[in-house]
């Protein structure tokens, strides 16, 4: 993953980011173009370029590769519970996060699960990691914000914080459900002022964490998935009530 | 005169009026003013987001109420936006006037108690009807008009929605049409207004002018010289009124060649998925990189063109400063948005003052028009080609574009909005004084 996150056998994935790191050559490496077969294939798969059932041999015609190479990218995949196999020559895509209401059902997920996993037993923040997210959210408010940056601060975030749940299966499915959304959400329309604000909402669960008010934090987590709730009306017009949205933005 | 004035803002259920707002709030907020929005029903957080104070008005029904309304909405319209402006007139237009109408009426008493809470020290309106609760408010009221011209009618300006020209032959027979089509929904605001103190309008009119400032979203390429021009006391034309968005993060395409294309057909544009996804078919032929607003619908598209991305929403402005092409649904915020980037328009009319739009770009030269779903393959590739290569166009919007930033409209509206509220104040505070007359 670029260097950007390390995988942990049966842990899954963790942000590979020490205090020393450089964070200006971290986000590089995020942007680099150079990415895995795996990684292509999920992006196309979450810009509707890719049907439900790819057969292998469109994958190799696609992508212009080996067999042996889309074989070891859908391996990944499948290891990440991204995709199936299933019997013939197919494989079959798992829900990510591509449309609105992916999203909206993503949001209502981590409604339930992330403040119930900072009050689960044995939640522990690894302060070492903290304090880098830390430099990370303050840096990202001195200038402009926007979409993409902040995307990747908010899952360097809300993975931190499910690596830090003392759940195992809290972290596991939190961990795996913030990497589909690292890689598959894609927002590009938050106003900057909401961004901005959810930085600031960060930042204070972050200290109730670090005070280990862990109530509070669970309660302000709340709160700002709540916020977060993009609720633009998918369509709206004149003398007519606005056709509601569930998506989240963050 | 208050040194932080509160400006209530509310404009209509629509994207346009509501973006179109908050960019107007955006400079009122930089000047000193508190704006505050007064949001329908659907509306809640849109504001907020932005960081502006929003008061609610109540809800009207569930969630799967209003999914089914757009369902039987959607079901009902979609083949109407292929009529023309003159056959819409009777399957749409009327309809749609009736049901401003009848959001007026149901609005009125709790906008009036909205209004009571904030005390505003202005009120902002952006919408096609007048709402008596803002003008019994006790403070100026500001009309923003952010649909095209012609809602403002004059003998040298095409007929309000028609798509002609002003000195069409079939004028007289539109806006026969148009009082008939609207007949109904006109006796019953007359009504409703004759009961909360207002006087009747004309036929065919629902809003009157505002006796204090007419701010008018039509920057200088586009203007009609009328026949009788407004009262430049009371009226200010707008270059634009761009708000400030987030940054537009451009998606790497698998395809990522050539200029870049923008298509949004607004939310209500969004709906006819099956165009759209013809549209899509096209693109993946021409050499260009396209950005395609699908709204709420993105579940409904498969196989996307690797030169394609779909989106459910973008920062339009900062998107559109950044295309060679916008086709869009001749919206007037989208045309006046291309027009402060010097970005072409093709504009595919579905309906309202898009049809207006439409034939004013083709007219001034600063885009072209297309019926929006008449047409080959070959067709839309050849014009989206024609445009893209088309360096008179560019000129033309290159001179437009730099007038305008010169006098960007959010910044004038803000400007006469606090002028508005200081003479006011001054006002005020001379009726307290004491009289010393003998």
Known sequence: MNGFLVKREAEGYFLSADLDADTGVMESKLDTSSVSLAEIILADRAARRLDDLPSVSFLIRRYNTTRAAVLNALTVLQHDGIIDRIPGQSWNFRPILDTPNAVADSHHFRLILEPAAILAPGFSLDLVKARQTRLNLQKSLTGRLGNAAFHKLDAEFHMLIAQSAGNRFARDSLLAHHRLRLITQKDFGTPEFRLRQAQDEHLAILDSLERRQFDVAAAQMTLHLRLSRNQRPDAANRGSPPMPNGNSNH | ?438
Not at chain 2, 40 to 49: I, R
Not at chain 2, 361 to 368: D, E, I, K, S
Request: proline content about 7%.
């Open chain 2, 1 to 438: 005169m208050t040194s932080h004035p509160t400006i209530a803002f509310f404009p209509e259920a629509s994207f346009g009026a509501a973006l179109n707002c908050v960019a107007i709030a955006q400079a009122l907020e930089r000047r000193g003013a508190a704006p505050v929005f007064v949001c329908h029903p659907g509306f809640t957080g849109v504001f907020a987001d932005y960081g502006f104070k929003e008061v609610h008005l109540p809800g009207a029904g569930r969630n799967d109420e209003a999914a089914d309304y757009w369902q039987a909405f959607i079901h009902r319209h979609l083949p109407h936006f292929d009529l023309s402006p003159q056959d819409q007139l009777s399957t749409y237009v009327g309809p749609t006037w009736e049901a401003i109408v009848d959001t007026a009426i149901a609005a009125d008493a709790s906008l009036e108690h909205a209004l009571a809470q904030i005390r505003p020290d202005a009120i902002v309106l952006d919408n096609v009807i007048m709402f008596p609760a803002i003008a019994q408010a006790g403070c100026p009221w500001v009309r923003v008009i952010s649909c095209a011209e012609t809602e403002i009618p004059d003998d040298n300006v095409p007929p309000y929605l028609s798509g002609l020209s002003a000195d069409d032959p079939k004028r007289d027979a539109f806006e026969t049409a148009y009082r008939t089509a609207t007949a109904n929904a006109h006796r019953r605001n007359t009504e409703f207004r004759r009961k909360r103190g207002l006087p009747a309008l004309p036929h065919g009119r629902f809003m009157e002018p505002s006796p204090t400032l007419n701010l008018i979203l039509s920057p200088d390429a586009v203007r009609y010289a009328r026949a009788q021009p407004l009262d430049a006391l009371t009226h200010r034309y707008l270059q634009g009124c761009v708000r400030e968005e987030a940054q537009f993060d451009q998606p790497l395409l698998p395809n990522h060649h050539g200029p870049l294309v923008y298509v949004s057909f607004g939310s209500l544009g969004a709906i006819d998925v099956a165009l759209i996804d013809r549209m899509i078919r096209v693109f993946a032929t021409v050499r260009a990189r396209f950005v395609v607003n699908v709204g709420g619908f993105t579940e409904a598209y498969r196989n996307v063109p690797d030169n394609v991305v779909l989106g459910s929403w973008f920062p339009q402005p900062s998107i559109v400063a950044r295309t060679d092409l916008f086709i869009h649904h001749g919206g007037n915020n989208s045309f006046c948005e291309a027009l402060f980037f010097g970005v072409p328009s093709l504009i595919l009319p579905y309906c309202w003052d898009g049809h207006d739009n439409a034939l004013r770009a083709a007219q001034t030269g600063v885009g072209r028009a297309m019926n929006r779903s008449a047409w080959s393959n070959d067709e839309l590739r050849g014009v989206i080609e024609g445009i893209l290569a088309d360096r008179g166009m560019r000129s033309r919007l290159a001179t437009c574009a730099a007038a305008m930033r010169q006098n960007p409209g959010r910044e004038t509206a803000a400007a006469a909005i606090m002028a508005v509220v200081s003479k006011d104040q001054t006002r005020v505070a001379a009726a307290r004084e004491p009289s010393f007359a003998r």
